[in-house]
T-cell receptor, first 114, second 111 residues
Framework: NAGVTQTPKFQVLKTGQSMTLQCAQD?????MSWYRQDPGMGLRLIHY???????DQGEVPNGYNVSRSTTEDFPLRLLSAAPSQTSVYFC?????????????FGPGTRLLVL | GESVGLHLPTLSVQEGDNSIINCAYS??????FIWYKQESGKGPQFIID?????DKRQGQRVTVLLNKTVKHLSLQIAATQPGDSAVYFC??????????FGKGTMLLVSP
């Protein structure tokens, strides 16, 4: 199994541009989530999904959209990038226990918005 | 809402010492806690978890202690090695949906 994969590894955007961060898992996990990590801070939950077709907001959802059309994929969309969205983004997944089970994290996407 | 925080931002130890990393949480409804290790440039990796019906859980060289009375948990690493150098995060959940992370403690292990 590849586990949780994320693409791209690095991205530079200009203010106002849009992009999609990809996340995929091959463990047949129901629960998937997106976090952002800023210097000196822990991970903050952006959006999460408890299964295909179901998504919900986390702590910091503004400026981000998600969808979950399949169990495997959970893309994160930035509609109009802002410098405040410069961060490292992590995708994670877990099985039926959701947040009450081990989250498996991807390697992260480093995003710089100029 | 729940907040989970750490007492010390940086902990420096000598190789072979035992390390203790502390974490406080505010939501008394939290019933699941987990420790992650994050090495530079990588995603967090699971270390150990504990549910609120337990006070202690042991893994390989690691022990997590949970004190629900004072809403505190700790991670103990025995015989700390240079490879243990990383940032350690505690996180807690009070339901199925969301996990709340603390800010992290940097552990530096000197040979």
């Amino acid at each position: 199994n590849a586990g949780v994969t994320q693409t791209p590894k690095f991205q530079v955007l200009k203010t106002g541009q849009s992009m999609t961060l990809q996340c995929a898992q091959d463990m047949n996990h129901e629960y998937m989530s997106w976090y952002r990590q800023d210097p000196g801070m822990g991970l903050r939950l952006i959006h999460y999904s408890v299964g295909a077709g179901i998504t919900d907001q986390g702590e910091v959802p503004n400026g981000y959209n998600v969808s979950r059309s399949t169990t495997e994929d959970f893309p994160l969309r930035l509609l109009s990038a802002a410098p405040s969205q410069t961060s490292v983004y992590f995708c994670a997944s877990s099985s039926m226990g959701g947040a009450q089970e081990t989250q498996y994290f991807g390697p992260g996407t480093r995003l710089l918005v100029l | 809402g729940e907040s989970v925080g750490l007492h010390l931002p940086t902990l420096s130890v000598q190789e072979g010492d035992n390390s203790i990393i502390n974490c406080a949480y505010s939501n008394s409804a939290s019933d699941y806690f987990i420790w992650y290790k994050q090495e530079s440039g990588k995603g967090p990796q699971f270390i150990i978890d504990i549910r609120s019906n337990m006070d202690k859980r042991q893994g390989q060289r690691v022990t997590v202690l949970l004190n629900k009375t004072v809403k505190h948990l700790s991670l103990q690493i025995a015989a700390t090695q240079p490879g243990d150098s990383a940032v350690y995060f505690c996180a807690g959940a009070s339901g199925y949906s969301t996990l709340t992370f603390g800010k992290g403690t940097m552990l530096l292990v000197s040979p």
